[in-house]
């Protein structure tokens, strides 16, 4: 039996509007990752040691302090290259492989679906990635480097250990990286030589490619979107998937699909997060796990999702 309520529509509507369907939308956030154990942003309490997270996630915070900011994305990096895609994650990767209609929209920048090997042409990180690597000179120098997963990116951002033995019961149940994130942790100040620096331009770091509040989402991307946006066929369905859907341009896109003839599918844990201009007609609302309603929405046209033990 599933374990999450249906308030809105029903799964069996749901799968015979799927099994019609050519071209699908998902606009994905911070909960589709929330199982595979990542955080999301109201859900940490948005503080970083004593910072606000958003206030570390600005050029200014990097211009003013890149080894802090460093550190924050560092431990960002380390912590999603812990976790593991779930079957939501691969669900929606197999998706866009049956379905070329299909498009993915994800806020995340936790390389979660590239590592569930969901096509690239049919996932637009409308905020970037971890893991991608640019020069801190955008405008100037332009380098980049892209799916970049080495950790630590220098040994200065090495996430700390307890340094217990780990053959030991003691390392065992003590959790071997510490939790930098909590102030009572000590980390060292770093200076620009123990951070990434431009292979090309030899001036300037490098900063993960991710958009900062202030920055412009990239423009490729956008152009993707507004591509699929413009065809003449018509957007069958848009799910909303674990995402406060309040940040714009992404909150827009469930209005867009719409306007473009979609019906409205919503898959989030909390009942009060609602579609931006609220319900209508032969909506659906499914509360709970994403991780374990996305597989159930998709099975017919999908097939038992298979996790890989570790990717
Ligand atoms: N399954 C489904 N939904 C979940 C789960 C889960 N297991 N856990 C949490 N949620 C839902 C929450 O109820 C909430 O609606 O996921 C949503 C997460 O919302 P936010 O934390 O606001 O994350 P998101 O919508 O991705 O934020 C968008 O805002 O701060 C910026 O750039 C940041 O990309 C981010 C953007």
Known sequence: MPSFKTLR???ASFHDALKDSKRVLALCGAGLSASSGLPTFRGAGG???????????????FEADPGL??????YRRHMALQA????AH????????RMPGFQCLTQNVDGLSQRAEHPRAQLQLLHGTLFDLICANKRGCRYSRVDDFTDPVTPALAVPTSGADPTTNEAR???????????NVPLPGLSPEDLPRCPKCKKNLLRPG??????????????????YLDEEEKID????????????PAAGYVGRARDHGARVAVINMDENDVPAGGWKEGDWFFQGDAAEIIPALLKPTIGEVAVPARV
């Open 69 to 74: 900011v460093w550190q924050f994305y560092g």
């Open 9 to 11: 529509g029903d799964i």
């Open 47 to 61: 503080l970083w040691r004593t910072h606000d997270a958003v206030s570390l996630a600005t050029p200014g915070a």
């Open 237 to 248: 369905l848009i799910l909303v998937i674990g995402t406060s859907a309040k940040v714009y």
């Open 210 to 227: 991710v958009v900062w509040f202030g920055e412009q989402l990239p423009v490729k991307v956008l152009d993707n979107i507004e591509e």
């Open 173 to 183: 149940e003590v959790a071997q990286d510490l939790d930098i994130s909590d102030i």
């Open 90 to 97: 691969h669900a929606l990767a197999e998706l866009a492989r």
């Open 84 to 87: 593991q895609p779930n079957p």
